[in-house]
């Protein structure tokens, strides 16, 4: 993934995690169709589980920059690069040319 984004080395953490994000949300044919968390969740208490659609690693983003930080003739949103998906709230992970991280 992160070859065909194109994305800095420095990445490698986010693209192990986003793997594991995708995979352990995709069926599996020897759990009888079945995605890993649906039968951990059988197994013990979880709380929901958050779905965000699937993106492609390095693709354009677009993240909204607030009223308040910003003024009237200033764009409303800023081109970024997505590099992963939040671990402890649903978002993403993104990346500016600056090499700033929201989430």
Not at 43 to 68: E, T
Not at 78 to 85: A, D, H, N, P, R
């Amino acid at each position: 993934m992160i070859f065909d984004a194109q994305v800095l080395t420095r990445f490698w953490p986010e693209v192990v995690a986003t793997s594991a994000y995708l995979l352990n949300r995709l069926p599996s044919k020897i759990l009888n169709h079945k995605t890993p968390l649906q039968i951990l969740t059988t197994q013990i208490d979880l709380s929901p589980v958050q779905m965000l659609p699937p993106r492609v690693f390095g693709c354009s983003v677009f993240v909204h920059i607030s009223k308040a930080n910003r003024t009237k003739f200033d764009s409303c949103a800023e081109k970024c690069v997505f590099v992963g998906y939040a671990t402890h709230q649903k978002g993403i992970d993104v990346t500016t040319q600056s090499l700033t991280v929201y989430i």
